[in-house]
């Protein structure tokens, strides 16, 4: 493995590997041990043109448990304001020594263009791509997943909202389907994407049709900021039929878990005792990120020589 750019790109002993890895690394996630010198000398550029908070600071304090060297550039006070291009951007990073580039950008494929391009020698991780992919919260959610359900071979996984915007969606089907999951995608008609047929699974309009076999059931959240108002419906009615409240997770299997990758809109795709309840895993999601960005860095750069990827 290169780069990760793609969950869709990740064969199930490589995806195993990863998650496999991440378990050994939880401990050291988690901070009762302080650090691993596996990274030291090692440089990673958090490369961010859009807002995080989760994915940027997860994969900060996944660098820094493998005592790698981290800079973290943000485009807002950055020369992009200026209209500096990707591409030099990359240079001017590359120009002060990068190992692996994490790259959250707003247009879909940026990543791919820099890992194909000599703007950079070092792995590219996609960090999230504008509405394409963001393989790291797939593997994140697989690891929880797993934790809770055992092997997710046969699982189903119940993932709701707006699909149409959602990067982790596409993520999480490819690398479930992967990993031997089935993946209903539940969604009112608008908020699915064109081709979305050729996916690795079902589609439903119905979010109470879909609850009782569910082992686990991913609530995404509505990104009113790339929507035209036209196509959503309002937030009440869209809350009434697709959103997860108390009523809902109770028709749940007892041992389904309910996930967001974040950040929510609670009292939109879920209530706030949602989120907030014993069935819910969001937080543990997060813990689980630094662990699993920690397996996709060391996987990426752990044991190479300088100047290449393992
Ligand atoms: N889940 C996720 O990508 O969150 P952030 O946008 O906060 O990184």
Redesign the pocket.
Known sequence: MKHLLSAGDLSRDEATLILDTAEQLLSVAQRPIKKLPTLRGRTIVNLFFE??????ISFEAAAKRLSADVINFSAKGSSVSKGESLKDTALTLQAMGADAVVI?HHASGAPHRLATSAWTKGAVVNA?DGTHE?PT?ALLDAFTMRSHLGDLEGKNVTIVGDVLHSR?ARSNALLLDTLGANVTLVAPPTLLPVGVETWPVETSYNLDASLEKADAVMMLRVQRERMNASYFPSAREYSRRYGLDVARMNRLPDHAIVMH???MNRGMEIGADVADSDRSVIVEQVTNGVAVRMAVLYLLLGGATEGENA
């Not at 807002?51 to 940027?56: A, P, V």
Request: positive net charge; without cysteine; glycine residues 14%.
């Open positions: 807002d995080s908070t989760r994915t940027r959250r999230g963001h919260q982790v990758p974040g950040p």
